[in-house]
């Protein structure tokens, strides 16, 4: 196989003074109810290589759990309402900025913890800082994905939520392509990222986000919801 970046992406980026190649891996369009671990092994098994680390999306992670949510199935109550129009909207994303996504963030925190840090950020706001809102209510909150034009159909239309056991599903991942790569469950976008779960130490992590920093994946219709990074070769 061939390694190619998708448009405008690098292939190969330097972190640290080591240069990794971030090889996208190109799927059909996943769905609810399909099975994770044989999506990733048709489609990653040939490309992968022992000493690799394979990262995943969250959200490809997220459909196959049936965790995405057509916005005309949500009945978002007044409160969610209310409280989404209190959230700032930003180039990152429509965020909780909307009925739907705040209705689900409710059910998936809770609402005390959700007014809780509705309130603290009111007052915090108040004085110029930023960010509570989402530090309080939590990565459930902060990591829901509103409807976007440039999604891939019909995801465009949906919410979809955090994934579960991102962790054990790394490890189901890893076990299901030999055991000798690492793998990794993960929020990346245009304006950074995090891991969600994965076989990695801690420093591999943050090692991880650094060499995914520019978002290789893209943000658009690439339909590259996999991708492989590995040292590059001279």
């Given at each position: 196989m061939t390694a190619s970046?998708?448009?405008g992406k690098p292939?190969?980026?330097d972190v640290a003074g080591t240069a990794f190649e971030r090889i996208p891996i190109k799927t059909h369009v996943v769905m609810a109810g399909e099975d994770?671990?044989?999506v990733v092994v048709r489609y990653a098994a040939d490309v992968v290589r022992p000493g690799d680390t394979l990262f995943v999306t969250e959200k490809i992670v997220a459909i196959t759990q049936g965790r995405s949510y057509p916005v005309d199935s949500i009945n978002a109550r007044p409160l969610a309402h209310r409280l989404s129009r209190y959230v700032t909207k930003t180039s990152h994303g429509i965020?909780?900025?909307m009925p739907e996504t705040m209705e689900m963030a409710l059910r998936e925190c809770g609402t005390?913890?959700?007014l809780f840090a509705?309130?603290?950020a009111a007052v915090t706001k108040a004085f110029g800082r930023k960010g509570d809102f989402y530090r309080i209510a939590g990565p459930k909150a902060r990591g829901i994905d509103g409807p976007t034009h440039n999604t891939i159909p019909p995801y465009n239309t949906q919410v979809v939520l955090v994934p579960l056991r991102s962790r054990e599903v790394a490890r189901e991942l890893q076990s299901a392509l030999g055991g000798k790569i690492e793998v990794a469950i993960v929020d990346i976008n245009d304006f950074g990222g995090n891991v969600?779960?994965?076989?990695l130490t801690s420093d591999g992590e943050k090692q991880l986000v650094g060499i995914l920093a520019?978002?290789?994946l893209g943000q658009n219709h690439q339909s590259t919801p996999l991708g492989v990074v590995r040292p590059a070769t001279a």
């Open positions: 970046p998708n448009d292939l190969v980026r994770i671990i044989e965020g909780l900025g005390p913890r959700i509705a309130a603290v969600l779960g994965s076989t520019d978002n290789p």
